[in-house]
């Protein structure tokens, strides 16, 4: 390395030059504000009636003091509402509001130099020295004056402003103005109607997007209508449905979800076990979409009409019920959309249509659509205007299937377009992809996901995925956790037996605030496909007869567990799972509870399915102020039963074969 | 908590209603660009000769491929020059580009669908898998003729294009076609000119600030002009300083900075040690600037004059120095200002100017600019004026006085203003205050910044701040560790003796890339103001004789740092520093390399600098491929012996009366 040297300079004009003409704009700063998702470009999601948070680093040079707002609205609304911010640490300001629509809303910050609460501050500070003030309460004073010259005061602020100036006029001494000007009275009159001195808006207003609470808090159970006979032998209908619904209701799940209820294709029909070769009167993949019958508007005949899927959404309603259909965009061979609309689909040089595959792996039961081209803009109507008839039909919920295989810029508009009309309609994301597609789109408006959950069965690997979850991707990505669905039977399940399935449930409920359940698993089914990570005779391609009293189920456990989560307000939001130490690798110790500390539920969970398994951990007293030798009551909320835990410090054991899950609910003194 | 129970549909419009149009923009996401310094509101800074580095995540939907590219450009050009970015992993692509200009620079980055490569790993993948691939034959050939036909291609382009669709005309089976179609020579001419579907370009365009390598790298010597005489009886002047030099380039120094050379007021003038009543003759603190004899560009008369400065600059330039200024705002009672321009200060009611303060504490020889009102915009265009005037004398370093105290507007605009004329004009910013003004002050645009470094002096301590510095701070924000200054005398140092000054020089010298040290440090200076972190005798308020050459003075020292930072290029960026294991809280062991690994550093301090420390400590064998048991050569750059360093665990011991660092440059085997 040479010395740096100085370089000849290479001035481009001499000084004098007139330059740029300075504004004196942005003195304040405003950055770092939180939530903003990807920079503004993405909404941060809140549901109604929640305490909206947001947080901004706020400063500005010199010893001045400095305030700020938010500033808050409906994106509809044309005047923003205001909220103040306060200083949290370290030029950390923080303030809320509260969201009481399932609507589009907008924020941002105004700050502000605050002339009176710099010079009142100066003042005590002087004073506190013994210095003379006189000149400074003259200052004082008249800041106060000025303010009551002000342009555009209010009738009553003005009236107040010129009281106080009057009355200063009147003091003879300092030392009365000064009590005067530093009053509560006079304080609150210049935060309001004092100078605002260089305000400065941030430069951006950031999406925020509330929505009905069913879109972070849900419980879901999933099931084929056409298994709801019970017989393999008779395919089954919505009034076979309708008569399932007080088991599900039982079990005390809200959302009822069915796979496509559309009539299914002939060409190329899969046959049990995704066999190519079908036997007669195999029913097809519900997937394969499509037939004479109708496409994505119409229902598989065989389960009934229009009118009965409009009974069962009724009937599911008064069971306190909602039901969920799968969007799923494939198309079979014989969907009426091929002939009418050739231009969505792809066509290969000898002139027949390409199918849908993943090479080498071939989908020969389906077609799948493509969005650009001549297809665009009328399959992006076309599929828009199925999803919406299904809204007609009642339906508020969308699980959509492999949404990541068709274009971002497509989800974004059909769920604003959606969301338009009927701001309540959820979309829940079947995407099992990599983890930045998943994020993203959440992020352009998928108001629910699917997880790596099913993957993540150690100590370590739950911890760092739920904290993952809870952390910045919170503010836009909201999980589901399936413990299973008809696509994934669990590695852990297929070898854990009923402890493995009462485990995974727990956690699924109660470490995310939306779990769901594919039917089967209540009766703890893993068979496998051989060496597969799926079910044996899946039920995707064959109608299926369940014994729901089947020796060993966990009915009573599910049951317990929704109760449990609509009981306790700690498990509304997936957002506040804090990990406590428990010194087992095999046992998951975690506190959920609200921002007020008014419910808390301490869990234990047994993460070995095969083994008893005993750790020390902690009750976590700190969190409500009782010292470590201290004492809390607890309420098991599984057995009904009260106790008291004495001391931070504990040893639990837990039994595969007996309990291997704990929920307790903390009971602070007092 | 209540079941969320289905809510009535609010429905605002029914289906079919024509609602958004869709364009299918933004296939293509591109997000999570890197660097973008606050969502792209400032810019990334590099020197020049730098490799910029860009990554961001780029995906599409379903199995397609994309390509990516980086756009940049001067900011002054028109157009975009390109650098190929690719997949790194898990989403995140990468490219990279090489600044060669002291400018201001844009990049952007541009990504799409190749329909090219996506076809040839689809057929590769079919023919692995034993699949017929006629038909995907034919539809790569349809891509390159496709490719041929697009409009403004360039003639050697179009040429290539359409040999290759000629050739593919010819050839009669599917297999030569394929040959010839997954060629290199067809995949270059098709990834060059192939369609570019769903071309996407990122939403913003960065800014990039380049420096000479001086913003970067430099080492800082501080010394008052006026004690350039070293007799207390005599004014110093510039031709005191001329004679100075070799002292300073012994040092290894690369630039010489003064405290402010201006006129110096009278009123209120200090005394030694800051004292209110000064004795006759006292000279004043040199920051209590103007006087009937001139400002901000004026030379103190006793200095000399401003030739023979410029005389001072060129001597300096010969002994490979560059001279750095203080700027600092801050008028002196008599400033010429205050009376051609009273509209730019403030004054109490009574009619007095205010001066100087921080509640309770007074500033009674020095009055403060305001930058609003009737001072917006003359003010700006007079201290820009005044920086220009050193600039044209031929400073192109200003280290900036207490800059947090005026608007960071005002910065933002000067920076800009004296950048436009000469980019290679470098501001330090001498904020010590929070962290994220500092922070916001290098945002604006100071080239280089102090640090907390003079009070981080435990292991924890430092290898907290270091990796701060180095990590998304470090594309904005260029630290100089200052081991003192004329206003801090470092705690540590007053206690530490000689051991401590060889270790805070090491520290500051190899943990960034810019250091310095205010004269005395060399020699261990550290007597204080009883109980404050400031020097007794203060050379701020009178001059000062040293002697350069008193016992026990670190001169060899410093100058071998000063080499060894010259000679090892690892040591010209600070963002390349890692900590090694060392088993001891008081031994700190840090690895400094180059990306390339061609220079590589290992330096182990002893902070403790009254006892002896040993500490087992790893070398970083596996940073050149070297297994745990093998070894590596070393050379030990202060005593420039050569030794041979076998396995990865060593134990030094280090000595605060003898040795208490050590610098080693690591020599892999090969």
Known sequence: MKASAPRPTRRKTAAKAPGRVPDGGGRVTIEAVWPEV?????????????????????????????????????????????????????????????????????????????????????????????????????????????????????????????????????????????????????????????????????????????????????????????????????????????????????????????????????????????????????????????????????????????DDFRRLVAAAHEHGLEIALDFAINCSPDHPWIKAHPEWFDWRPDGTIKFAENPPKKYEDIVNVHFYGEALPSIWYALRDAVLFWVDAGVRIFRVDNPHTKPLPFWAWLIAEVNDRDPGVIFLAEAFTRPKMMKKLAKIGYQQSYTYFTWRNTKSELVDYVTELAGEMGEYYRPNFFANTPDINPLFLQTSGRAGFVARATLAATLSSSWGIYNGFELCEATPLPGREEYLDSEKYEIKAWDFDREGNIRDHVAALNRIRRENAALTDFRNVKFLNAWNDNVLAYLRMTPAKDNALLILVNLDPHNVQTADYEVPLWEFGVPDHGWIDAEDLILGIRFTLNGKIHRITLDPDDRPVMIWRLIPPG
């Open 38 to 306: 990807d920079g503004g470009r993405a909404a941060a999601k809140r549901v109604v009636g929640d305490i909206v948070t947001v947080t901004a680093d706020i400063f500005t040079d010199g010893h001045e003091k400095v305030a700020a707002d938010i500033l808050y609205r409906l994106d509809s609304a044309r005047d923003w509402l205001r909220a103040p911010m306060r200083l949290l640490e370290n030029d950390r300001w923080g303030g809320s509001f509260r969201v009481e629509e399932n609507a589009a809303y907008r924020y941002t910050i105004e700050a502000w130099r605050d002339p009176y609460a710099s010079w009142r501050e100066e003042v005590e500070k002087k004073r506190a020295a013994g210095q003379d003030v006189t000149l400074e309460i003259a200052e004082g004073v008249h800041l106060a004056q000025r303010a009551s010259t002000a342009p555009a005061l209010s009738p009553t602020a003005q009236a107040l402003l010129d009281d106080l100036a009057a009355r200063l006029d009147t003091l003879a001494d300092a030392e009365a103005q000064w009590a005067l000007l530093s009053s509560g009275e006079a304080a609150t009159l210049m935060a309001a109607h004092g100078e605002r001195a260089h305000l400065t808006r941030y430069d951006r207003e950031l999406p925020l997007w509330v929505d009905r609470p069913a879109a972070r808090f849900s419980a879901w159970y999933e099931l084929f209508p056409r298994s709801a006979s019970n017989d393999p032998g008779r395919h089954g209908t919505f009034d076979d449905v309708i008569a399932r619904l007080p088991y599900v209701r039982d079990l005390g799940f809200d959302v009822l979800y069915f796979p496509p209820i559309h009539p299914i294709g002939t060409t190329n029909r899969k046959g049990k076990n995704n066999n190519l070769k079908p036997a007669p009167g195999d029913p097809g993949s519900v997937y394969a979409i499509g037939s004479p019958e109708g496409g994505h508007d119409a229902i598989h005949p065989e389960l009934g009409t229009l």
